[in-house]
């Protein structure tokens, strides 16, 4: 189960084989974390919204509010935790989408506070904060059209 959710991610994540060559398609966040055995670490495309964060726990120990800086403002969505429930784990998952805050950790401007299950790997997407705030305005303007009224199609255009 959990080999084919890898294959699934590496279809379907451009920045898992884009750049894959390239010095820029892969940066260390924090490989010093000795004492804690945990590395994070991103991959990206030219996109960054394609950006994804790895949180690697290699020591049998859960860490409840796990910082760790991240390569930009935004929100970051858990797209993979081997501690979910069908792959076998105990369900420590981060469920919500978070969205990273501006206090440095790592050598990096933001960061992002999450639960850290034992012997775990997490994937994040990112969505830079120029697109949630795309985003949130498209929805707010959507929310004004409905109350206006939707405006008639004539002749196939708008």
Known sequence: MFTKALNHLYVTQPALYKQ???PEGFEWINCTSD???IIVFSRSTKKPEETLVFVCNF???THEEFCFGVPFAGTYREILNSDAVEFGGNGRINTH???SCPTEKD???NSLTICLAPMSVCVFAATPVKY???AQTNETMGAKMEEQG???I????F
């Open 150 to 152: 939707s405006p008639e």
């Open 35 to 37: 004492k804690d055995n």
């Open 97 to 99: 989408v978070i969205r």
């Open 132 to 134: 949630v705030e795309r």
């Open 154 to 157: 004539v002749s196939g255009k």
């Open 107 to 109: 050598h990096r401007e």
């Open 20 to 22: 894959d060559y390239e």
């Open 59 to 61: 020591a049998p120990v």
